[in-house]
T-cell receptor
Framework: GIQVEQSPPDLILQEGANSTLRCNFSDSVNNLQWFHQNPWGQLINLFY???GTKQNGRLSATTVATERYSLLYISSSQTTDSGVYFCAPKYIFGTGTRLKVLA | GAGVSQSPSNKVTEKGKDVELRCDPI?????LYWYRQSLGQGLEFLIYFQGNSAPDKSGLPSDRFSAERTGGSVSTLTIQRTQQEDSAVYLC????????????FGQGTRLTVV
């Protein structure tokens, strides 16, 4: 099956900093989502992005399907951004990036 | 319904007992997925259903695990003879169809085997 790698595994930011999270995957896909799992365990849909670039407020994502990777950008981070970020190409989840934003 | 609904939200069971977990997908969604998340870990794919097609059971960890989906809507995940390592949050998701569509998750069922 498809292999999914996310980096970095852990990230600590000072509030206001920017960051880039990466997702590499082994197979071609026509489906990729980014999720945020908050400290209460709820999975929140961030982007459905099989290809191209999307933006939603301080977050944006880019998927380059031909090169089998996707990036999630977080700008001007806030403490509420803390949690785990997962990418899921073809509904298969990576191990996530655990983000902590310090006030 | 408005979202994916899972029940119960919490379940404590004794080792060796059978448990059933329920998932109500979003109305009109033909694809349904089950995942398991152990503490501090990622989501482990278990099984998915797409319409009337045979389900993809490739992620089920053992023959103690089974799932069915009646009438193309509600799904039940059954774990027989539960073991302590089955303790986890079981998450269900649904999407309009399998493939190039967005999936939405329920709140999960936290299973504790004592």
């Amino acid at each position: 099956g498809i292999q999914v790698e996310q980096s970095p595994p852990d990230l600590i930011l000072q509030e206001g900093a920017n960051s880039t999270l990466r997702c590499n995957f082994s197979d071609s896909v026509n489906n990729l989502q980014w999720f945020h799992q908050n400290p209460w365990g709820q999975l929140i849909n961030l982007f459905y992005i099989p290809s191209g670039t999307k933006q939603n407020g301080r977050l944006s994502a880019t998927t380059v399907a031909t090169e089998r990777y996707s990036l999630l950008y977080i700008s001007s981070s806030q403490t509420t951004d803390s949690g785990v970020y997962f990418c899921a190409p073809k509904y298969i989840f990576g191990t996530g990036t655990r983000l902590k934003v310090l006030a | 319904g408005a979202g994916v609904s899972q029940s119960p939200s919490n379940k404590v069971t004794e080792k060796g007992k059978d448990v059933e977990l329920r998932c109500d997908p979003i109305s009109g969604h033909t694809a349904l997925y089950w995942y398991r998340q152990s503490l501090g870990q990622g989501l482990e794919f278990l099984i998915y259903f797409q319409g009337n097609s045979a389900p993809d059971k490739s992620g089920l960890p053992s023959d103690r695990f089974s799932a069915e989906r009646t009438g193309g809507s509600v799904s039940t995940l059954t774990i027989q003879r539960t073991q302590q390592e089955d303790s986890a949050v079981y998450l269900c998701a649904s999407s309009v169809s399998q493939g190039s569509t967005e999936a939405f998750f329920g709140q999960g069922t936290r299973l504790t085997v004592v």
